[in-house]
């Protein structure tokens, strides 16, 4: 069982950044691709990021290439989700999500199989 907790949402302006971070408890945390996924008020969850296990390969929406960047530090068992020149249409509960893969690492939800409790990230216009 992996639990993973996030933290660092907050409220923004428009044209600001935030750094998301979900702190895994995984004992091999080296084992897991990670992803990050948000879901806004009566929209589904949506893929934002992932990472491979080695965090050499990364993937993003189109919606926030360019400006999230997602990285990973194993020996602290925890990954990161900086996002910068943020919009309000960015506004959502942030999931951090983990499943154990060999290579790369999924964009699709129902691929993960650990989910944190997400964190709120709000931009004002």
């Known amino acids: 069982q992996v639990q993973l907790i996030e933290s660092g949402g907050g409220l923004v302006q428009a044209g600001g950044s935030l750094r998301l971070s979900c702190a895994a408890s995984a004992r091999t945390f080296s084992s897991y691709a990670m992803g990050w996924f948000r879901q806004a008020p009566g929209k589904e969850r949506e893929f934002v990021a992932a990472?491979?296990?080695?965090?050499?390969?990364?993937y993003y929406a189109d919606s926030v290439k360019g400006r999230f960047t997602i990285s990973r530090e194993n020996a602290k068992n925890t990954v990161y989700l900086q996002m910068s020149s943020l919009e309000p249409e960015d506004t959502a509960v942030y999931y951090c999500a983990a499943v154990r893969r060999l290579g790369g690492a999924p964009v699709r939800a129902t691929e993960y199989d650990y989910w944190g409790q997400g964190t709120q990230v709000t931009v004002s216009s």
């Open positions: 990472i491979s296990r080695s965090g050499f390969t990364t």
